[in-house]
């Protein structure tokens, strides 16, 4: 089994690339509707929080069938976020890296420590 310590996100890209290959699958997954897979799988993550207080959240992760669920869900929107930038090579770890430095600048420790507000609402 692949474990994140050992896997690079090119291995990962490669292999959502072939499942998707062996199933001619290449033909429905452009930008259009990878990202809506995105969406349409964060909302099924959502669903398994609407409602729940922050105790009846902490609680879903230990219950093995609610746990399964989230997973599951959050394998999905992996998938398709890789899928994605494998089909028109996005270097995640790049782009990922350039947004943290930009949110730095617009997020410095010094104002923002502790606070969940908005860079413009400062």
Request: cysteine-free; aromatic content about 12%; glycine content about 2%.
């Amino acid at each position: 089994m692949m474990q994140d310590a050992e896997t690079s996100v090119e291995q990962l890209k490669q292999l959502v690339k072939k499942f998707s290959e062996e199933r001619d699958w290449s033909k429905y997954h452009n930008a259009k509707d990878l990202s809506i897979g995105i969406v349409t799988e964060a909302s099924e993550l959502l669903q398994q929080f609407r409602f729940k207080s922050q105790k009846e959240v902490e609680s879903l992760f230990n219950s093995p069938y609610s746990k399964e669920r989230i997973y599951e869900e959050i394998a999905d929107i992996f998938y398709f976020l890789l899928r994605l930038s494998e089909r028109y090579n996005i270097d995640l770890s790049s782009e990922l890296r350039k947004k943290l430095e930009k949110n730095a600048k617009k997020y410095p420790v010094s104002k923002f420590k502790g606070s969940n507000k908005k860079y413009d609402e400062l």
